[in-house]
């Protein structure tokens, strides 16, 4: 059987080494104040090896930590000494991702025996984009958009879907500004596919909002640091959040690329050390995936619309996430979230809380949306997709269709309302 130079890659994937055996991802439920405060230390603690998949913002959130198997019996202890409950959501990491990558060498000896494209399954960068250039190439509502290159000089690219007219009034969604959160990317794929078929087949409301607004959609923000998800000779690549650059510590790699935008950069919500998940990189706009998106949008200049998709956690939020202050249009952003919640639900029944940044997270500077919003773009959202920590960033394939279906009512929502109300 001839191997296809994705499926080799894959099956060199399957056989990374055992670089998670053993360990398990806890859930601790904090139940006070101190016990915020002694998480927040070892989320600090760069040296600890923990993976803070969530973080310590209060005792409402459960924190979720991947923990190495070396550190397991050190870590409980620990936990119990400080009365700090705690369960075993993930019981062996590395159990789930051989069987996230067996799914994925299965699925490309499928597509690639078969000529098809399976939307119910985690793809590669290079298979993303010929998928993106098949879609370009079989509509002419479509193009694809070299917005620059990244640090390790890979392309990026951005979907245009418009019938015409110049700097049209438009809306843009990016995914995937964090490696590991899969469900990001996947999800804008299929979103990619919906919007052609609804326009192709005249099903309200993309063909209305086509006529008046262009839709500019980024499969994937982060191109370097979605390559080293897949397996790269790293200890944390499958897990891995930053971009990719090299940063004044040579042992730490990588910047927070969404504590990169030049909006209260460098505030609370962020770290200054280039090993910490969100760090935040040495200026605004200093790495160049968030300067090629920035330029985009500011030379364009007619953005009405900015909504990110992450994972995981579902949450709809808006800003600010660098002040626990009300935004301007915080009532008018706070119904819409509110009412596209509601549109995402009805489909599957996932419940998404809705909020600010700051209230419904963390604080967070230097992140996208307030880049957004801050610049006049009023309609500015980030989804946090699923799930609330049962699979984590491991979400299993067979749930990305439904995924990204919820997440397509709540997105149409908010684009219909955006274009029934210029601004
Ligand atoms: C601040 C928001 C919008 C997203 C958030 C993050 O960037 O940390 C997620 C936890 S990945
Ligand atoms: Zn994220």
């Known amino acids: 059987m001839r191997l296809y130079p994705a499926v080799f890659a894959l099956l060199a994937a399957v056989h990374c080494e055992e670089l998670f055996n053993g360990d398990q991802v806890l859930r601790i ?40 198997h070396s550190s397991l019996y050190a870590v409980k202890d620990f936990l119990k000494k400080n009365n700090i409950p705690f369960t075993v959501i993930i019981n062996n990491v590395q159990e789930r991702l051989v069987r996230e990558r067996e799914e994925m060498v299965r699925n490309a000896e499928m597509e690639s025996k078969t000529k098809s494209f399976n939307f119910a399954a985690y793809h590669d960068l290079e298979t993303i984009y010929n998928f993106m250039d098949t879609l370009a190439n079989h509509s002419k509502l479509i193009s694809k958009v070299k917005i620059g290159s990244t640090y390790e ?34 999800t804008a794929v299929w979103l990619a596919d919906r919007i052609a078929k609804d326009f ?43 971009s990719r650059s090299a940063t004044s510590n040579p042992k730490c790699h990588g910047v927070d690329l969404n504590r990169n935008w030049d909006a209260e950069f460098g505030g609370p919500g962020a770290s200054d050390d280039p090993c910490a998940e969100d760090y935040r990189g040495p200026s605004a706009q200093s790495e160049i995936e968030v300067k090629n998106i920035a330029k985009f949008i500011m030379s364009h200049g007619n953005f009405k619309s900015f909504m990110t998709l992450h994972s995981y956690m579902q949450l709809l939020m808006y800003p600010y996430g660098y002040i626990g202050i009300d935004a301007p249009d ?42 957004a919003y801050l610049r006049g773009i009023k309609y500015s959202f980030a989804f946090e997709l699923r799930d609330t920590g049962k699979y984590g960033f491991l979400l299993p394939a067979d749930q ?11 997105l149409r929502y908010i684009m219909k309302y955006v274009c029934d109300h210029p601004y």
């Open 29 to 68: 439920n904090a139940e006070s104040e101190d016990h915020i405060q002694i998480l927040k230390k070892l989320e600090r603690d760069v040296d600890s090896g923990l993976d803070f998949w969530t973080h310590a913002v209060s005792t409402e959130q459960p924190v979720d930590i991947r923990v190495p």
């Open 153 to 186: 000089n890979r392309s990026m690219y951005v979907l245009k879907f418009s019938t015409g007219g110049e700097k049209r009034p438009a809306i843009w969604i990016d995914a995937g500004i964090h490696a590991r959160e899969w469900i990001s990317h996947a």
């Open 200 to 242: 192709k087949e005249n099903r309200a409301p993309v063909p209305s909002i086509l006529s008046k607004m262009d839709i500019y959609l980024m499969i994937v923000a982060n191109p370097d640091g979605y390559v080293f998800t897949h397996c790269s000779s790293s200890p944390l690549y499958r897990f891995w959040r930053k």
């Open 330 to 371: 915080q009532s008018e952003l706070h119904d819409v979230a509110t009412k596209a919640s509601k549109a995402l639900n009805s489909w599957h029944g996932t419940v998404y809380k809705v909020g600010s940044i700051f209230h419904t997270i963390d604080q967070a500077s230097g992140a996208s949306v307030d880049w």
């Open 400 to 410: 990305i269709v439904s995924t990204a279906r919820e997440t397509w009512f709540a």
